[in-house]
């Protein structure tokens, strides 16, 4: 069973960062996409970073340039630096990945679905 969690959420300061970590486990290793998305009440949900095993990284223009995101395939780790935290940023960050038996390569990750996915975790920024 495929089982992916994050962690490193809380309450910031406007202006400071977090880094937030998601663990998989039971998820079978291949070249696949993964990607962070959030989502706040009233609104739809965002992808904001999105990285393929072809080195290929994504990001929305709302956190390009504060947001980074890297994987670690030895953990089975995502994580998501987020840096200049603004109030705008405040959400639930949900991690997903993708049926590796879906990769046709990196260009084609924006346009395949997401099967697997987080609990989500809240990120609040205090001005």
């Known amino acids: 069973q495929v089982r992916l969690m994050e962690s490193g959420g809380g309450s910031v300061q406007s202006g400071g960062s977090l880094r937030l970590s998601c663990t998989m486990t039971?998820?079978?290793?291949?070249?696949?996409?993964m990607a962070w998305f959030r989502q706040t009440p009233g609104k739809e949900r965002e992808r904001v970073a999105m990285?393929?095993?072809?080195?290929?990284?994504s990001y929305s223009e709302s956190v390009k340039g504060r947001f980074h995101i890297s994987r670690d395939n030895d953990k089975n780790t995502l994580y998501l630096q987020m840096n200049r935290l603004a109030s705008e940023d405040a959400a639930a960050y949900y991690c997903?990945?993708?049926?590796?038996?879906?990769?046709?390569?990196?260009?084609?990750?924006?346009?395949?679905?997401?099967?697997?996915w987080g609990q989500g975790i809240q990120v609040a920024v205090s001005t």
């Open positions: 990285i393929d095993t072809d080195g290929n990284l």
């Open positions: 039971g998820y079978p290793y291949k070249q696949s996409c």
């Open positions: 997903a990945a993708q049926d590796p038996d879906t990769y046709r390569g990196g260009l084609n990750c924006p346009s395949t679905p997401f099967t697997y």
